[in-house]
């Protein structure tokens, strides 16, 4: 997401009051207090690469117990789920317009990461129909937590610890019913909807393992009524047409993805398609009736790719695109597939297209937070503070601003904030001018110490070395030494993302904080 304007999102830790919808300033995320850190669930964090059944049965008693219902997110304890590892999800999702009543059927191929009596998935707002688990019946229950419902699933028989596993579940429901209070659900004036899942709701949409540590590959099946388009994450691969003039569009995800960047929708749209440079697709979706406006916005999406993959190497997946629709009004980083408001595309007071800035901030978020992904919610400066940084070179560079004004405008305020939010790195919130702006000034300061060379070798080498995976601020710390073999830099960046006060500021010692 940009870094100016609030959109409502649910945490799993204590009810919120519902988010202020008044915007403060363009794409700013509303900042939701966590509740209580470090209560940790029991049970352990999927990991990759664990043993088959055979060789866990040889190495100890098979003892299956609950997964645990989260994964121990320093900000959201109890988001996500424990006790197996996603590998693929295929989402078939009938949704119909105006009235936004859908059916749905996940299937989830996942590892058991322990010997498995039962376990959760995420889920909110939906009425469960039927669960199965490997094609059998499978018994299940739902309680409604803190914020949303859990839905817990006991197979007919106990999984071992390194097991895969298949998880169906056929529900239904209405896009406006949800429990949580929060809901990733976009509606426009056409009737349709798209998601905006980022941090927690894509279990409005549909049951599955919301955290962003367990990604996985996707597939999609959604239906479209007549005069109406079906957009989701990665590539189209055919659409099916039906008696009844709607039609079927089966998109598919080859690298792996989080839940929160799913970007399903059915809207009254229009595709337009071009080539970056390096003749990567791009393809994107804007209102139906209104290509003309977008048709320049869109096209310069090639001169943005080009700009970042001089500085980051080639872009991670294997096609692009904006969708922009009238009943989103922030910006979000979907996968392969940005979600834009069509408020954005409007000059500033020097006529500028500033919107441009956002672009390439969400384009940016495609190597930093959708291929290198954070491992919890408290390592968000990862996806954030880049995303903000490269917006604000790119505007400098163009003659929009400049870079060091707004730094030091950061430098000054981010002391309380820092006080009141936590610093860069230890965040109490999400959304914060910490993770954004602050995340932006810890880059700024690792440039002016490290110098631009070195600089720009660490932030290209860290999305081809965490390639479709999940880090931490540790990782970069480590990187950042590793890539440079200037050991001083572990203490500098740790006083700079985890301190309370700000350091001085390499090369501005006339930097001050204002009272």
Known sequence: MPSDEPAPRRTRTAPAPAAATAP?????????????????????VAVAGAAPASAASATHRFDP??????VGDPLFPTLGNGGYRVTHYDLTFDFTPVSYDFTGVVAMRALATQDLSAFNLDTDGHTIDRVTVDGRDAAWALSLGQSGQELT???ARPLHDGAPFTVEVRYHGNGKDHRSGLSG???????????AAQASRADTFFPCNDTPSDKAAWTFHLSAPEGYVATANGELLRRTPRSDGSAVWHFALREPMPTELCGIAVVKGTYLYGASHTGLPLRHVVPQGEEDTYAPVVARTADHLAWLEAKFGRFPFSLYGLHIYGGYTDALE??????FGTNWFKPNADG?????NTMVHEL????????VTPRDWQQAWLNEGPATYYAALYSEERGWSVLADAMRKTYGSLNAVRAADGPPGLPNALGGTNIYDGGALVLYALRMRAGQARFDRIMRLWPERFRNSNASSEDFIRHAVQVTGDSSLDPFLRDWLFGAV????????DWSVSA
Do not use: I, K
């Not at 117990?65 to 989260?70: D, I, L, N, S």
């Not at 659900?185 to 998601?195: I, Y």
């Not at 940016?364 to 291929?371: E, L, N």
């Not at 700000?502 to 010692?509: A, I, K």
């Open 24 to 44: 403060t300033a363009p794409g700013r995320r509303t900042v939701l207090r966590a509740g209580a850190v470090g209560a940790v669930a029991a049970g352990t």
């Open 65 to 70: 117990e609950p997964g645990a219902p989260g």
């Open 153 to 155: 699933v006991t197979p």
């Open 185 to 195: 659900w976009v509606f426009g004036a056409d009737g349709g909807f798209a998601c």
């Open 334 to 339: 979907n996968q392969t597939l940005s979600l």
């Open 352 to 356: 500028n297209p500033t919107w441009e």
């Open 364 to 371: 940016t978020h495609q190597w930093w937070g959708d291929s």
């Open 502 to 509: 700000n350091p001085p500021m390499p090369g501005h010692p």
